[in-house]
Each structure stands twice: as structure tokens, then as C-alpha cells.
């Protein structure tokens, strides 16, 4: 049985790269960026005015004027004037600094009579302030953002300063999520007492939506042999990535390693020292394609799917790897299982400014209704049993950056 470092490695090794294509910048939040987003002016492009107030020489103050006749007024995004000898210009906030003035007073210290601004008697003014000059953000051409940044809000505020409509992204994959389980019933359809709702779909679903997958289709198989190889036969034909639950534990109903086999999908593995997930399966189709079998109960799908999911699809994106990220335990783990533990936890922070991971307890692996508390799950290590309070594990979030 592989260890979970084993089983990540060699699903990441299996990893194919997707190509890059190209889609509107509104569309391209949660993507993975494939293109040097490259300044398109200087920053700002303008020595650009920070307060609403006043612009004049500071020549005309240096010799000791301290009222200015007004010549005129300019707003943000008039083009600059040019200011006369003795006189100020009214500006505003963003406006460009007119041309000869390079002193600012800001309007709460001046007062105007008789169309002229009399600045403070003890305001003390200095040349070039509240002016932020051209080119001090950054220059035209600058790196803003280089491949393999997951695009967020504050990247989106970039690209679109640059002035591109239309980014290049990693492709989005065709995904097929696939529940598998005679017990499953939907949501909206009418269910019985021996019955459950089928969950796990809805959160893989909702885990990739949350990653920037958006092309995934959902479907629900019986488990029946023949069902199963039709069904997966055409979602081998139309998907790169196929990502099920269920049916792949010891049970007389769990085909789905068999089936998959049938299929031509070669087993990269099939059993992973863990818990919660230990039935875990992976295995290339044969076209390529990335084929992942969750277990179904609910707690060990959204941990595989997170662990080893998510990762080979970043990967395959070309996202930037993130460094590991720890927290200290928050109270004291007794694993006993020689297997590693990915046990659930909130993240509350201390006043020393430290992450701690605060277990929740799940009732089983199928018990998922604890899990809407929590941020992520801990690793705790195979070969160690017992975990006391502030030691440093490793951090999963469900939601990474
Ligand atoms: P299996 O891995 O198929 O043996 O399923 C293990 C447990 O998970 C069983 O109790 C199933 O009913 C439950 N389960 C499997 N698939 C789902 C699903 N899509 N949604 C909710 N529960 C599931
Ligand atoms: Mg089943």
C-alpha cells in the first residue's frame, strides 16, 4: 500500500500539461494565468494630483505670495493645463499636475475671496507634495504578473489596467464527476427510508467551481457491471478527467476497479495508508486520460478529492506550487492506526499571532455535517500515535490559494 506522499507523487507523476487558451478577462477569476501580463503605460501615467486643493509655482510662494488669483479649474481627466505666472489652478484628486506647477495645497487650508485662494497663515507648504509622480508605481513594460498565478480579484485589477479585454488562461478541461451507488438519490427527486441523498457529486462539483473548473458534468451510475462500462465507456470518449465516488472498497457491489480495468484504464494504484480515504484509487485511461475513484463515503471523497484532485489539476494548469503551510495542533490527537490521519479542523488564531488547528471530530468517515465547520484538514504522521497540544502539523485547506 502506497503511503499518501507516494500516492501524490505518483498521481502528479501521471499528470499530463493542459493547453492554454485564451477567454475575456471577466471570465478568467480562479483560472491559472498562462502570459507575462506586461505593464501597458507607466504608473501612474501622469504626475497625477493626490488631494483636491490647489496647484501653483513654487517660485511665486519662494518670493513670498500667499494668496493666487484662480485661472481656472481642472478636473480628473481634463487634460493639463498650463498654469500662468502668479496665478493657481483649482484641481481636484486625480487630475494631471498642469504644466509649470509643482506645489499642491489642499482645499481645508485655503480660503477664496474675490476669486483668489489665500492659503493658511501657518500652513507650511512643500514643493511636489501630494503630487505621485510618473512612473514611481512601476514603468511601461513591467512584469505585473507572470505565469502561473491562480487569477484573484486583485489580479483581475491588473490585467485590467493593462488594458486586455482577453487573457490567457489554462485550459479548462472537460471533467466528468460520477456518483456511483444504488441508494443514491438526488435532490429533487422523491427518496425512500432505505435510501441516502447523494452529496458527494454536488461538492466535488462545488469544490471544482471553486478552483476555476467550470467545464465538469455530473452523472449517476448503478452499481451494475454493464451500466458501468457503458455509461463509463462514453465519459472515457468525452472527458480528460474523470472523477468518481464509490464502489471501489471490498463490497460485492464495488466494480468500479474492475470495470475501469475492462475499460483500459491502467491502475497507477488502488489503496492509499490513510484514513479517512484508504480505498482510494487512481489510474490512467487509455487516451490519457486522469481517472480518480473516491471512496464514497462523503468525509473520504472531499479528503481525496482535495489531496489529490485538486493538486493534479493545479499542476496540469501550471499554477505556481504553494509553499506548505503548518498550524499548531490546538489540543491533544491520539491516532493509534498505523496510517497517516487527515483529521479535519478550524483554524482559530491565539494573541501570539499563531495558526492553531482545532480538531473536530467527525462521528465516521461518512459523518459530513461536521465538516461545514471546518477550514481543512491536518496531516498527522503514520509512524507517530500520539500528537499533544502545539504540535506543528501540516495544513490542507478545502479552499487554497
Ligand atoms: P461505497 O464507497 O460505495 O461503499 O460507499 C460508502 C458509503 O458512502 C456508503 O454509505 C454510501 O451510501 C455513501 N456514499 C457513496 N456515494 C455517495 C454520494 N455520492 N453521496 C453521499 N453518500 C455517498
Ligand atoms: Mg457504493
Redesign the pocket.
Known amino acids: 500500500m502506497l503511503t499518501t506522499a507516494e500516492a501524490l507523487d505518483a498521481v502528479l507523476g501521471a499528470t499530463p500539461t493542459f493547453p492554454t487558451e485564451t477567454v475575456d478577462t471577466r471570465d478568467a477569476t480562479g483560472r491559472v494565468l498562462r502570459q507575462i501580463i506586461r505593464a501597458e503605460r507607466s504608473q501612474p501615467p501622469f504626475d497625477r494630483v493626490m488631494m483636491d486643493g490647489i496647484a501653483f509655482a513654487w517660485s511665486d510662494y519662494d518670493s513670498g505670495q500667499r494668496s493666487f488669483p484662480v485661472q481656472a479649474m481642472q478636473a480628473a481627466g481634463d487634460p493639463a493645463l498650463t498654469l500662468a505666472g502668479g496665478r493657481c489652478i483649482e484641481i481636484m484628486t486625480g487630475a494631471s499636475l498642469p504644466a509649470n506647477a509643482n506645489c499642491i495645497v489642499p482645499v481645508e487650508r485655503i480660503t477664496i475671496v474675490d476669486n483668489a485662494a489665500k492659503i493658511e497663515a501657518d500652513y507650511e507648504v512643500k514643493k511636489d507634495r501630494f503630487v505621485h509622480p510618473r512612473g514611481s508605481d512601476f514603468a511601461e513594460g513591467a512584469h505585473l504578473l507572470t505565469p502561473g498565478k491562480r487569477i484573484s480579484p486583485l489580479d483581475i485589477a491588473i490585467i485590467a489596467s493593462c488594458g486586455q479585454t482577453r487573457v490567457d488562461v489554462a485550459a479548462d478541461p472537460v471533467m466528468r464527476v460520477i456518483?456511483?451507488?444504488n441508494?443514491?438519490v438526488a435532490a429533487g427527486e422523491p427518496i425512500e427510508e432505505h435510501q441516502?441523498?447523494?452529496?458527494?457529486?454536488p461538492?466535488v462539483l462545488s469544490m471544482l467551481e471553486r478552483y476555476g473548473y467550470h467545464r465538469a458534468l455530473h452523472d449517476?451510475i448503478r452499481?451494475d457491471i454493464n451500466a458501468l462500462h457503458d455509461r463509463l465507456e462514453a465519459h472515457l470518449e468525452a472527458a480528460e478527467v474523470l472523477i468518481l465516488?464509490?464502489?471501489?472498497?471490498m463490497?460485492k457491489?464495488?466494480y468500479?476497479p474492475q470495470v475501469l480495468a475492462d475499460l483500459g484504464v491502467a491502475t497507477v494504484f488502488h489503496k492509499v495508508s490513510q484514513r479517512p480515504g484508504k480505498?482510494m484509487w487512481f489510474g490512467k485511461g487509455p487516451g490519457g486520460q486522469l481517472v480518480f475513484a473516491l471512496?464514497?463515503?462523503?468525509v473520504?471523497?472531499l479528503v481525496c478529492c482535495r489531496q489529490y484532485v485538486i493538486p493534479s489539476l493545479a499542476k496540469a494548469s501550471g499554477a505556481t506550487e504553494t509553499p506548505p503551510e503548518f498550524a499548531a495542533l490546538a489540543s491533544n490527537v491520539s491516532f493509534k492506526p498505523a496510517l497517516t490521519c487527515f483529521q479535519p479542523v478550524r483554524l482559530i488564531s491565539n494573541a501570539a499571532g499563531q495558526t492553531l488547528a482545532m480538531p473536530v471530530k467527525t462521528n465516521t468517515?461518512?459523518d459530513?455535517a461536521s465538516l461545514s465547520a471546518t477550514d481543512g484538514y491536518v496531516e498527522l504522521a503514520k509512524e507517530q500515535s500520539e500528537f499533544p497540544a502545539g504540535t506543528p502539523v501540516f495544513l490542507h485547506r478545502w479552499i487554497a490559494r
Do not use: K, M, Q
Request: without cysteine.
Open positions: 456518483s456511483t451507488g441508494e443514491l441516502i441523498r447523494l452529496s458527494n457529486g461538492a449517476h452499481d465516488s464509490g464502489g471501489v472498497s463490497g457491489a464495488d468500479v480505498p471512496p464514497g463515503n462523503p473520504s471523497a468517515s461518512g459530513f
